[in-house]
């Protein structure tokens, strides 16, 4: 598995694994109408390009596929991290992670990083040392999450 940063010319196929993480990995926490407005099919693609050009985005690849991704803010906020359905459970989030942190410690002087975890992704995050913070009901496309806001010291 190698990184890289992302580039304009990776929103489609970010949006792609996106979508398919939300509609693969998160089938146990979250019904059919959630993620429909978590993650409408198709993606819209303008969004992605806008949303992902203001955050740090670190891509995860194997020979050429894309296994997953995470993006940050230079505060320390995790603001997106998604597997690809089939490289799941194998460490990619966790070396994601590990990336991430390193370059807020490195690169912007960062000692603490926060999140708000889905349901799925809660359990990831106290396994890498994450506490909660608080559970959150958000509303998104008109349709509530529960979800907790985490926080870990580096
Ligand atoms: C949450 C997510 C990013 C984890 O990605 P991943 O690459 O599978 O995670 P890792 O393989 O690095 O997992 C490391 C550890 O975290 C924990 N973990 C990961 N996914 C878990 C799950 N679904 N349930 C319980 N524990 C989990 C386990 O302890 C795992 O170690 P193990 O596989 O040896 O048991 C992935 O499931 C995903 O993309 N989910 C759907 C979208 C989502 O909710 N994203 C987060 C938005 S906040």
Known sequence: ???RNYTEADAERLAGV????????????????QRDAWAPIPPDLDAWRHRLGQLHTIIAE???????????????????????????RKGVASALLEEAARQLSEGFGVTDLY???????????????????????VSRNGVNFRRFAMQRTL
């Open 115 to 137: 999140t708000e975890a889905s349901l799925v992704a809660a359990p990831f995050f106290l396994r890498h040392g994450f506490d909660t913070i608080e559970e959150q009901t």
């Open 1 to 3: 598995m190698n990184f």
């Open 62 to 88: 194997e020979n050429g596929q894309c296994l997953g991704f995470l993006s940050y803010e230079p505060d320390g906020h995790i603001e997106l991290l998604y597997t690809a359905p089939d490289a799941a």
């Open 18 to 33: 996106f979508t398919s993480s939300v509609h693969s990995l998160a089938t146990a926490e979250y019904d059919a109408r």
